[in-house]
């Protein structure tokens, strides 16, 4: 697209017609469930003590530009994505050796290893491993060119949200988009508006039904009676994205006809059990609602023991622990959680070494492995012998990258000049706990306007980043691929000069895109 395009993209609002745009998506969200808790800092606990205020999820008014090219390759390449990590999750050896300097400077990961060698001593009894993945994008123009390339964020391999969400928000453009010229809310006038749709969104259906296949290859219940089955949503404590997680379970429900329970983290031994004298161990849920009715899980899917925090004491890491040397598919395991780490996803960018991808992706035509290749910006360690080093601890360079360490859920990385002033204040021993990160450069005339839950409309540059899900399911013991598929995505939008870009941590809003 032209700048002169994106120049006068979105279409002008005047007062009126801002006010009644704005009052339409407001109506909308909440008709439509397109909802999240509020924040404390909107409203306190005191105002809401039993938790029944829902608000508006941060959206844009408009869908962002996006380019073809670059939507359809993410689309193309998710499957292969998918099956990278699957495999990268059977090399146990692998992931270990590359947390292995991670281990002595990083509790959480230490943690979570320790959590996988705990299982494996006493022996896994489920080979079946799930995933549920997200693999985030932004379309790279560098100054020097006009013809944009996919660059990939981070790939998510726990937790990967707003899938229920996203759908919502397409739905919510689309049907502006399709309001008859000269109604009340239809937009203004504008080329892109007037040619374009949304692509179909599929997450919803897509998400569910990787769960749904692991609840069928889970196959007949291992207790003796047998038991009806469910899945589990393992979700934290004052849960503020809750309706993105309704549309998943709900679809179970209603779809697949499979019975779907949330269970908060701290309470995985209040309401589960494994019998000790069954050896095939199947966790045993009691749904605190129906006394004396049990339910055999099938699959654990993770919406929480993804950060730090969530791990309040060492109960919860028992209780994780506990799900991952139960019966029930893992949606993640420990190890492919493990997989999901920033260092992984350097490891798997250095130019120079071992040809990891064609480890991995071994069957894989050269140039589908290329293509993949192609969406890795420049990644560093920061070892004393690396360029990483010098790239972080210059300012003028420095300017040009993100410090990511090995985490989930926003608001954890340090942006540009701040790097080398935040390394010199941490013992080097701690710098190998973080990644360097060559910035992406998104194009620099996009423009949205985005109306925040506290009603607050804000317009300006933005940077838009493109979500493509995936699910997996495959044999750990033989690497065995019974279920790969991609469908559905997630448009987030944020100011130009906002780094973060999580929706649940308030730094963006859930948007659409139509292709240019």
Request: with cysteine; glycine share 6%; net charge negative.
């Amino acid at each position: 697209m032209a700048d002169s395009v994106y120049a006068d993209y979105p279409p002008h609002l005047n007062p009126a017609q801002k006010e009644f745009l704005v009052r339409t998506v407001k109506d909308w969200t909440v008709q439509q469930g397109l909802m999240i808790r509020p924040a404390p800092t909107f409203i306190s606990k005191e105002s809401d003590p039993q938790g029944v205020v829902a608000t508006s999820a941060p959206v844009t008014l408009f869908p962002s530009p996006f380019p073809k090219s670059c939507f359809e390759e993410a689309q193309a390449l998710q499957t292969v994505y998918n099956q990278l990590y699957a495999a990268i999750t059977c090399d146990e050896q692998w992931i270990g050796d590359i947390m292995e300097d991670l281990i002595d400077v990083d509790d959480f990961i230490s943690h979570l290893w320790n959590v996988h060698l705990a299982v494996k001593k006493e022996g896994y009894v489920q080979n079946l491993s799930l995933g549920l993945y997200r693999s985030d994008y932004m379309p790279h123009v560098p100054s020097a060119s006009s013809t944009p390339s996919l660059k990939q964020v981070e790939f998510n391999t726990i937790s990967s949200s707003f899938g229920g969400l996203s759908t919502l928000v397409t739905s919510l453009h689309t049907e502006l988009l399709n309001s008859p010229p000269g109604h009340p809310i239809a937009y203004p006038s504008h080329p892109l508006l007037s040619s374009s749709q949304p692509p179909k969104n599929t997450s919803v259906e897509t998400l569910s039904a990787g769960l749904a296949a692991a609840h069928t290859a889970y196959g007949s219940s291992k207790s003796s009676p047998a038991l009806p089955t469910c899945i589990i949503f393992v979700v934290q404590e004052g849960e503020r994205n809750v309706f993105d997680q309704l549309a998943l379970s709900r679809q179970l429900t209603q779809a697949h006809k499979i019975p779907v329970f949330r269970l908060l983290s701290s309470e995985v031994f209040t309401h589960t059990h494994i019998p000790a004298s069954n050896p095939s161990r199947p966790l045993i849920y009691r749904p605190p609602h129906a006394e004396g009715v049990e339910f055999e899980v099938t699959t654990v899917y993770l919406r929480s023991f993804y950060t730090p925090t969530d791990y309040k004491s060492e109960r919860d890491w028992d209780a994780r622990i506990h799900l991952e040397r139960s019966a029930a598919i893992k949606c993640p395991t420990v190890l492919n959680q493990l997989a999901g780490s920033k260092i992984v996803q350097q490891v798997l960018a250095e130019a120079q070494g071992p040809d990891h991808l064609a480890k991995f992706l071994a069957g894989t035509d050269s140039t589908t492995i290329e293509r993949l290749r192609a969406t890795f910006a420049p990644q560093y360690d920061l070892s004393s012998s690396g360029r990483g080093r010098n790239l972080a601890l210059t300012p003028e360079t420095a300017a040009n990258h993100v410090l990511k360490p090995q985490r989930e859920g926003g608001g954890n990385n340090i942006y540009k000049e701040a790097i080398p002033d935040f390394l010199r204040s941490l013992p080097e021993t701690e710098w190998k706990r973080w990644i360097l990160m060559e910035l992406i450069q998104p194009p620099a005339e996009a423009k949205n306007v985005a109306l925040r839950p506290d009603g607050e409309v804000l317009s300006g540059h933005v940077i838009g980043e493109l979500g493509i899900y995936g699910t997996i399911l495959w044999d750990q013991a033989e690497g065995k691929v019974l279920h790969n598929e991609q469908g559905g995505w997630l448009m987030r939008t944020k100011g130009k000069d906002v780094n973060e870009g999580g929706v649940a941590t308030g730094f963006s809003s859930l948007d659409s895109v139509i292709l240019y």
